[in-house]
């Protein structure tokens, strides 16, 4: 059964067409995810199925009596309620039920006879009707929804206008859930979960026996919640009957199926140009008109064709740059015993950590569990109440917030990325054009940038920077699908190390190595990506530590310090293989230049290969010194 149907959708702002003749059905237990590049109308799309904004052309049709409930829909109530007063609005009329049970109830001890008879019949009725709109099972629906969705006690004693705007949100969602609306529409709905609370939502989800279409950037969300992707493009919807990650590949197939038609029709047409050519200088060198003939019925044939658009499969992405950075010592951060507390809260106690060159740490953590503050600290933004943070030699760190702030938003983005490096304004250019600010978008001022062009010009810039050690707060907050694709492929090509918060667990699953949550004020290590931690987790593995494992303790450093005197000159030695390291490098890196440049000469490719055999076992000798000295 087709519980919405969106028919030849077209939506101008202003002058500009936002999208054209757009349809699509939304059928009864559909779960459907609904993607596109940022600004292509996705959003817009739920507003117009819920009323809130109109389109010039097309229309939308919905079952008759069939409820609808949109997430990011924030309606205003009274300025004295409750969050419990907004959740408990699900149930308006069992409340409205239960307070006409209670009436009858007080009636029944007054009446007698065929009165009394009447009136129980009426309670009988009323009975009836509260069970079927569950409201025996109100208190225990309620509790599941809000402890899922991490909504406190004290929370819900709070006014709803107290709220943050991401707690309103979680409250709304609530409250439209308890609704049980049979199509729901949600726009972003992790945005403000933590991971407990999204994995919580997605297992709700997959029972729910509503249609739900939303629309979200996360991927891993995608994948757990949807069974069908619809791509908004600007004068179309393309369906794929599977999740994101299905929809990555089939994406893929398609494209090449069509780039096939396409080089093959593309081939056709240019035989066919050939031939009328050939027909026209024949009829010409042998007066034929014969041959004039044959082209003309060619070109008509030609005239016939309709012409394929050359597939694209790539969209403009960003680029950063990847040039080579400083290499840093082993340990990049270290961190012992630290502690912070607000107040009376005790945030953080007692942890200790150790980040190596080239790891890729993500530190997870429920909301307010203080992993920003962590970061903070490393950052020397905020200090702790006790413990020690040393950072490692060489290390130049790179810090992108979840919300950039530029100290003068003022200036233009040109302006900006020359005030802040030396380079001509070709130069800067050229670097501003791989994070996709080209021509005129370059003289924007930066106080006009949405959230994710801001993240995206700091990380330009700091990638420019060549920073070896990149700290990073929910950086795919504020990109596309695209855009995290891109970034993620940065990270991982990066050469130096990364720290970074996220809720995205797709990102996570591609960048991360290393996994870090805070429970219970402390830090567990889990020596994998997310799917492992997530594994880990459910099984209770993963001890506390104050230290990863394959390192030494506090005392056992002070131990082999006492016995071995010779340690004294450590730091040295270490700095001076890793020099060495760098010099075999940058050798074997000429070499392999050399290598490509005299690829057809065997005798001097034969002599390269062999210089490069003996730097790279004297590198693996220095490699196998500078572990030997860390241990």
Sequence with gaps: MIECSI?????????????HNISFDLKTGERIGLIGQNGCGKTTILKIIMGVEDCQEGNIAIRKDAK???????????????????IELAFENVFKLKQEMKVLEERLIQLQGEALEKTIQSYGRLTEQFEALG???METHISKITEGLQITDLLKGMLFEQLSGGEKTRVILAKILLEQPDVLLLDEPSNHLDLEAIEWLEGFLKEYKGSVLVVSHDRYFLDSVVHKILELEFNRVV????????????????????????????????????QIERYRIWGAMRDSEKMFKRAKELEKRLEKIDTLDRPVFEKRKVRLDAQTINRTGKIVLETEGLAKHFGDKNLLQEVSLTILYQDSVCIVGSNGSGKTTLLKMILRECEPDSGSIKIGSRVKIGYLP??????????????????????????????????LFMKEDVNKKIKSLSGGEKSRLKLCSLTFEKVNFMILDEPTNHLDIDSREVLEETLIQFDGTLFFVSHDRYFINKVADKMMAIENKGIKIYQGDYSYYLDEHKKGLGKLSVAPPSLPSKSIKKKVASEQPKNINLSK??????EEIEQYERKIKVIDGEMVEFALDANRLNELFQAKEVLEEELENCLEQWGATQE
Aim: proline fraction near 2%; glycine fraction near 4%; hydrophobic fraction near 35%.
């Design 573 to 578: 030695k270490l700095e001076r293989l890793e």
């Design 135 to 137: 409201g025996y099972d």
């Design 239 to 274: 369906p794929y009957l599977g999740n994101y990650s299905y929809y990555v590949v089939e994406k893929e197939r398609r494209f090449l199926i069509e780039y096939k038609v396409y080089q093959n029709q593309q081939k056709k047409i240019d035989n066919m140009e050939r």
């Design 7 to 19: 028919n030849d959708l077209t939506k101008y702002y202003g002058a500009n067409k936002l999208f």
């Design 68 to 86: 609808v409930g949109y997430l990011n829909q924030m309606p205003l109530f009274e300025a004295s309620a409750t969050t419990m007063d907004v």
């Design 402 to 435: 979840q919300n950039v702030v530029y100290e003068d938003e003022e200036l233009t983005i040109l302006e900006y990325f020359l005030q802040l490096h030396d380079l001509t304004q070709g130069e800067a250019r050229s670097q501003l054009a791989k994070a």
